[in-house]
């Protein structure tokens, strides 16, 4: 067995063997073998991510084996990514990045299967689930206190999902990013997780 798919099969150390589900929804710590189906699902979203360039099976092999899963035996990750799955079917994957331990905040990445992204009812439930889920991760077993998000000004059903969860609109960065050949507008919402609106 390879080293990847060997340390793929374990989860974060700083997480309890059973994680938060709702309903038909669970998730688990990210699965080696869900890597490449992710590498697709980026390469096609390229205008909603901060990724420049299309993803080869070299360069996303490389990434998980030097960032992602090295950091299972951390106490303190730099990042915890999960797979999320519907029916037992892996539908997306996100998870917290960018961790501050000392601050005890993170930023919530998420991205879903494009095939569920073209309804809008179904991206609205997908979506809303997950941060529910990462929420409850979040406060329950990493005791983080602040979850923020940035959203490209492209995507309201994604903002009016973030905000039903309890986000709070915090700021606007003006054309801070290019989207589709177009200088966009960059979103800021956070939450407390202390706060009664989580």
Not at 168 to 193: P, Y
């Amino acid at each position: 067995m390879s080293k990847s798919k060997s340390l793929a099969q374990h989860r974060y150390c700083c997480l309890s063997e059973v994680l938060p589900s709702e309903g038909e929804y669970h998730i688990t710590s990210i699965r080696y073998e869900d890597i490449f189906k992710i590498k697709i699902w980026r390469n096609e979203q390229m205008d909603i991510l901060r990724q420049k360039t299309i993803l080869t099976d070299e360069v996303q092999n490389k990434y998980f084996n030097t960032v992602i899963f090295p950091d299972f035996s951390s106490h303190e990750p730099r990042n915890i990514l999960v797979s999320y799955f519907c029916q037992s079917i892996l539908i997306g994957y996100g998870g917290l990045v960018h961790i501050d331990w000392e601050a005890r905040r993170a930023e919530v990445s998420f991205l879903l299967d494009p095939s569920r992204v073209r309804s809008s009812e179904k991206y609205k439930k997908d979506f809303i689930v997950f941060l529910s889920l990462i929420k409850g991760l979040a406060q329950s077993q990493l005791k983080l206190n602040r979850l923020f998000t940035e959203t490209y000004d492209v995507r309201p059903v994604h903002i009016k999902c973030l905000e039903e969860s309890g986000f709070l609109f915090e700021g606007r960065m003006r054309k801070h990013v290019v989207v589709a050949g177009q200088l966009t507008d960059s979103l800021i919402h956070g939450c407390l997780l202390g706060e009664t609106n989580v």
